[in-house]
């Protein structure tokens, strides 16, 4: 399996160039399921993941083509309404083919997705949402049948704004004529983003006075032609990576007012940041940096994603930093594996400790997750020395080009196969 071999201690300087939003890309993929029609999504990032879901459409029955960032995605004959669990186990965003499949067969056979290293991840408030729009939902064997004789529009309140199961619902909803009223749900600009492209197919989504999302759903919805959101994860993890290598790094095409709460801690921890409407600065700053409490919140809160990349950060802090990961219950398997690069993490439940060290140690490391690996990869590129972090297979699910992009802000990273090739 490929790792990273990183030769650390260089200041990141230059300019990185965001990819689209890999967590709004899926989503808007499945949403190609609502129509026959042909769609055109621009900015779609090469990732593990997107070909994960460009395999499930075509599984189900759409044509794609795949190139420069563009997919088009066109009717191929009937859609299948069922998905074998091969494809599922790979992606557990996958389960949000429900939806689209629900609203137009008014049944879907989809295997519950897993849970994964970061946590159970359950699927209740997705089918609670279903069984309120009229579906009967049969698990049995790992795998759930939902059918509705007839989907009626409804009010619903999820009991968590769920992201997955907003943009479920939504696509649902959409296809179910009459009102339907999602209440506390999630708000991150990625469920903006689907609610975008949903409105272009021709849906009628909007938020209300009260934040709750108002959908009058439609007997159809056509084909549309969308550009991804810029990838705002992507976007905190090469600011954070900037800061914590002292670099200058201009981090470009992206949406600064996605990644506020960061820039406002960042800012807390003594960084300047130099900003405008498409790019954030990192200047040097070779001060010290100010311990800074985080907890992860649903947006617009501090982004769970970048809970690991901010990890990394406090390890070099001048003081002792709390963290509570509110969002995940398994998020912290980054931590042991920087202590083994010197870090000075204390874990217990949701809550981290980071106590600040002078400097990291370069080492060997395992990625265990997808935001944890680039942690451990931000760790190695502060760390004197060649640290090794294997199976970054996690890392290619949501970063695009990462290694290219490293390189080019002047970081020494390759990528080797130690089955396949020479050392
Ligand atoms: C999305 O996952 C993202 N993935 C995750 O990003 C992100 O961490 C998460 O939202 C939170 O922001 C994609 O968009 C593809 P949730 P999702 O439903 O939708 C619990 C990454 O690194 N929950 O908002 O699965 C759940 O267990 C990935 O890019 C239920 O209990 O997240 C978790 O504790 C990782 N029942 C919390 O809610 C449900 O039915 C948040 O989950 C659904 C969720």
């Given amino acids: ?13 230059g300019t990185v160039h965001i990819s689209g939003s890999k967590n709004a890309a899926l989503p808007i993929l499945v949403a190609t399921l609502l129509t026959d029609e042909k769609c055109i999504l621009h900015r779609v990032p090469n990732l593990r993941d997107v070909r994960t879901t460009l395999k499930i459409l075509e599984y189900l029955g759409k044509k ?39 609203a137009r067969f008014k049944e879907a056979d989809i295997p519950l997705p897993g849970g994964c290293a970061i946590g159970v991840r359950p699927v209740d408030i997705h089918l609670k949402g279903f069984e309120n729009l009229g579906a009967v939902c ?10 509705a004789e007839k989907l009626t529009p409804a009010q619903i309140v999820l009991r968590f ?8 619902l939504l696509m649902c909803a959409c296809l179910i004529p009459g009102e339907t009223i999602l209440e506390n749900v999630a708000k991150e600009p990625e469920v903006d983003d689907v609610i975008a492209f949903l409105n272009k197919m021709g849906a009628d989504i909007r938020a209300d006075e009260k934040g709750r999302l108002v959908v009058h759903g439609k007997t159809a919805l056509h084909g549309a032609e969308h550009t991804v959101v810029a990838d705002r994860i992507e976007t905190g993890s090469f600011i954070l990576a900037a800061a914590a290598t ?11 007012e996605h990644n506020a709460i960061l820039l406002s801690d960042l800012r807390e921890a003594g960084f300047t940041l130099e900003v405008t409407d498409t790019s954030v600065r990192v200047p040097p700053y070779e001060g010290e940096i100010k311990p800074v409490r985080v907890r992860t919140a649903p947006y617009p809160g501090f982004a769970t994603d970048l809970q690991a990349p901010w990890m990394t950060l406090m390890t070099l802090c001048s003081g002792t930093a709390e963290i509570d990961e509110d969002i995940f219950e398994n998020r912290f398997m980054h931590a042991p594996e920087l202590v ?12 981290a400790r980071v106590t600040g060290v002078k400097n990291l140690l370069a080492a060997h490391v395992q990625a265990s997750d997808l935001r944890g690996g680039f942690a451990l990869v931000m760790a190695g590129l502060c760390a004197q020395g060649e640290s090794e972090v294997e199976r970054i297979y996690h ?7 990462l290694e290219q992009k490293l390189a080019a802000l002047g970081a020494t990273i390759r990528r080797y196969n130690p089955d396949k090739d020479e050392f």
Wanted: proline share 4%; with cysteine; charged share 20%.
């Fill in 1 to 13: 399996m490929d790792r990273f071999l990183i030769e650390g201690g260089k200041k990141l300087h």
């Fill in 64 to 102: 794609i083509t795949y190139q420069n960032n563009t997919v088009v995605v066109e009717a191929n004959g009937q859609l299948k309404n069922n998905l074998p669990y091969e494809l599922v186990k790979q992606m557990r965003a996958s389960f949000w083919v429900a939806g689209p499949l629900l």
């Fill in 138 to 147: 049969d698990v049995k064997a790992g795998n759930v049948i939902i059918r």
């Fill in 161 to 168: 704004p769920s992201v997955g199961a907003t943009q479920n």
């Fill in 246 to 256: 002292r670099g200058d790094v201009t981090v470009a095409d992206c949406v600064p």
């Fill in 340 to 351: 083994r690069m010197g870090a000075n993490i204390y874990t217990e439940k949701s809550v």
């Fill in 395 to 401: 890392i290619d699910r949501g970063y695009e080009n």
